[in-house]
């Protein structure tokens, strides 16, 4: 019989895959740190499979391990839908493998919902840094030009001396320089972060306290905090000005909604994927609020620069937040409906969390 101690390593426990050690009466020997994320668990030294997952309601798997055991082989099985004593189902790839040196059943396990975040992931990150190249691209070719607008108006403010003339050139000399403002702030790059370490929830209550301080009366501001997270590797200001441009975002589109509420929650995740990869644990930040939503035909293009629900909107408080969150090693996702937006900001947790050059 296998021991305990010579599963205990950290290769097993770095995977993301759940990896279930079993006897021939399949009691559970041993399982790695991802199986115990996604609900296993051994209490004590023998553990029946059958109490986490009876047999009535996984009549497939059990097969499957017997088979497993009677022709000391190894079987897969894909989309195999997996449910708890408790009645929590997913839906999971499963390999069973039978170690004759053993006497052991060696169960591994990838969860298809994960595979296909993974993939969304990866599609999101790609759009998006094409999109972001794109902008800037644009951009570029716009500030020239603008640069001819605002320099001929200033010429012609010179020579005309009317009211009229004047009033008219003064706004287009403003507007010029308050769209090169906005190219400039898509053109310039997130500045290179300080690598230091800094406490996420200390972060959060700063921008708790400078969304307060705009806060109306219709609005309810609230805070869920888990204090187990560890302190990230960043710049402290760069991930405040993120985030507080997420919630102003928020804040902004409930300005006429009674009974408005934002809530910033931060929580510990395992097994998620950050811009394509898996990682085995994250700190997560969501802002949820209760507003009526982002419209259907913008969520795709929603961090996109110049993408925005609101009339006088610039679009760009998302694209920075994202790039920022990116130099961090992170990434920015969203679900949307009326009635709960929320955003969620993810960091891996457990490697160097800063990249030294923009994503």
């Known amino acids: 019989m296998i021991k305990k101690e010579e599963l205990n390593t950290s290769i097993l426990n770095q995977l993301s895959s759940e990896v279930i050690i079993l006897d021939q009466n399949l009691q559970i020997v041993w399982i790695n740190e991802s199986a115990l994320n996604n609900g296993w668990y051994s209490n004590q030294d023998t553990d029946s499979l059958t109490n986490q997952y009876p047999e009535d309601k996984n009549k497939s798997l059990i097969d499957m391990l017997r088979s497993t055991l009677l022709k000391s082989g190894s079987f897969t099985k894909r989309d195999l839908e997996l449910a708890s004593k408790d009645g929590e189902k997913r839906i999971v790839d499963l390999t069973a493998s039978y170690s004759e040196k053993y006497n052991n059943i060696i169960i591994e396990i990838k969860c298809v919902d994960s595979l296909n975040k993974i993939i969304d992931s990866t599609k999101i990150f790609s759009t998006q840094k094409i999109a972001a190249n794109l902008a800037r691209t644009l951009a570029h070719e716009v500030k020239n030009p603008l640069s001819g607008i605002k320099g001929s108006a200033q010429i012609l403010s010179s020579k005309l001396d009317d009211d009229y003339s004047r009033k008219f050139l003064k706004i287009i000399i403003d507007e010029t320089e308050r769209l090169n ?17 800094f406490n996420i929830h200390s972060a959060l209550e700063k921008v708790y306290s400078l969304a307060e301080a705009e806060l109306s009366s219709n609005l309810k501001l609230s805070r869920d905090y888990d204090p187990s997270i560890p302190e990230l590797d960043g710049d402290e200001d760069l991930f405040i000005q993120a985030v507080l441009n997420i919630v102003k975002n928020a804040q902004q589109a409930m300005l006429n909604k009674e009974n408005a509420e934002i809530k910033i929650r931060s929580r510990i995740q ?9 990682h085995l644990t994250v700190c997560c930040i969501d802002i949820i609020d209760n507003g009526p939503g982002i419209p259907d035909e913008i969520q795709e293009h929603v961090f996109f620069p110049m993408i925005s629900s609101k009339e006088d909107g610039s679009g ?7 790039d920022i969150i990116r130099v961090h090693g992170g990434g920015i996702s969203f679900s949307s409906r009326p009635g709960e937006t929320i955003f969620s900001i993810l960091i891996p947790l457990g490697i160097k969390n800063i990249r030294t050059e923009s994503a």
Not at 181 to 197: D, F, R, Y
């Open 181 to 197: 403002g906005i190219v400039t702030k898509i053109l310039t790059p997130p500045q290179k972060p300080n690598q230091e370490k």
């Open 270 to 278: 395992y097994s998620k994927p950050v811009n394509g990869i898996m």
């Open 316 to 322: 760009l408080g998302l694209s920075i937040a994202q």
